[in-house]
């Protein structure tokens, strides 16, 4: 069972950025970050499997940045320009790539983010 430790929320004013990371216990094909605003459903906001570019949701493109370092076991969520929007909890979320899409297995404890105006 993989275990998921997120990190680097926190509270921010809109423009601002923060990095999320996510320690990994071990390296699974598809690893990724969801959000979760109260009120609405999870979004998957970014992801990363082997072999592709990564994906994005359409509402960060260009302003977030997903990548992972295996020797670390981290993954991580750069977040720039952020918006009141962007004010969610955020979950790092791993699984395995089926084909060429990713079934998510592991979640995290989830980490808040706030974006104040």
């Known amino acids: 069972q993989v275990t998921l430790a997120e990190s680097g929320g926190g509270s921010v004013q809109a423009g601002g950025s923060l990095t999320l990371s996510c320690e990994y216990s071990?390296?699974?094909?598809?690893m990724g970050w969801f959000r979760q605003a109260p009120g609405t459903e999870r979004e998957e906001v970014a992801n990363?499997?082997?072999?592709?570019?990564?994906n994005y949701l359409d509402s960060v493109k260009g302003r977030f940045t997903i990548s992972k370092d295996n020797a670390k076991k981290t993954l991580y969520l750069q977040m720039n320009s952020l918006k009141p929007e962007d004010t969610a909890m955020y979950y790092c979320?791993?699984?395995?790539?089926?084909?060429?899409?990713?079934?998510?297995?592991?979640w995290g404890q989830g980490t808040q983010v706030t974006v104040s105006s």
């Open positions: 071990y390296i699974t094909s598809c």
């Open positions: 990363i499997r082997p072999g592709y570019s990564p």
């Open positions: 979320v791993v699984g395995d790539l089926r084909g060429s899409d990713c079934v998510w297995g592991a």
